[in-house]
């Protein structure tokens, strides 16, 4: 892999496209708490991580298959589940005492109106103050899920107000 004495070689993470180091600094420079948000094909997961000099502590976390104990059937990758997702790991920040966070998608693409901005709405919802664009937020009746049917918007507003209660 290596040719010639004076090639350096990357970053194992770096080489693999998972970490934007000069991204990465400047996000721990700020000082404020990273709201870390990351998707899959299936699931959302939102997580509070503060800097610390012996590494990363994850001060709250959700993951949006917790949703289902409490009593959400329908699917966990979807822009309601997104958000319900984020209120819940802010509403257990808040409870930790997080009071703002800086957004981090990672290497991501993000698309205003999205999953990911859904999360981050959730998350703005919980009480923490998050610098944003309110253009980048999804439309509320999507974050509700009227576009997936009165059944799943029913299904969201009873999980919004446990989560809440919670």
Known sequence: MVEGARRKVPFRRRREGRTDYRRRLRLLRSGVPRAVV???LNQMQVQ??????????????????????LGWTAGTGNLPAAYLTGLLAGRRAAAKGVRKAVLDLGPQNPAP???LFAAASGLAAAGIELPHGEDVFPPEDRVQGKHLGEAIAKQF???KAKVEAA
Do not use: T
Not at 48 to 68: K, M, N, P, Q, T
């Open 157 to 159: 507003a009873d999980v």
């Open 38 to 40: 990351r998707k899959s």
């Open 113 to 115: 109106g999205g999953r």
């Open 48 to 69: 509070i991580v503060v800097y610390e000099e012996s590494g990363d502590r994850v001060a709250a976390s959700a993951v949006s298959r917790e949703l289902r104990e």
